[in-house]
């Protein structure tokens, strides 16, 4: 998977809402919940973040590729450490 198809997937979810934040952020929202967060400039990073059930948090961080998410492990949050090499292992 690669950030287009993350980001098509996402605003394809029933009442998702897409905008920039921070400047170099594609977040996605529902009912002003944010449930995604893509970096939009790809020669930076590749990565992206999303917000998973609590019950399920140490379950994604015990996955290779998966750490919490900078600033939002608090909030039940795990981030894909490296979209394209993760892409080509799938």
């Known amino acids: 998977m690669n950030v287009s198809a993350i980001k098509k997937f996402c605003a394809a979810l029933p009442h998702a809402t897409g905008d920039i934040k921070w400047g170099a952020d594609q977040v996605y929202s529902i009912g002003g919940k944010m449930f995604c967060v893509a970096c939009v400039d790809l020669q ?47």
């Open 44 to 90: 930076k990073q590749s990565n992206v973040s999303f917000k998973v059930d609590d019950d399920l948090f140490l379950s994604f961080t015990d996955r290779a590729g998966f750490i919490p998410a900078p600033y939002m492990a608090r909030a039940k949050w795990v981030q894909v450490i490296d979209l394209k090499k993760s892409t080509t292992q799938n």
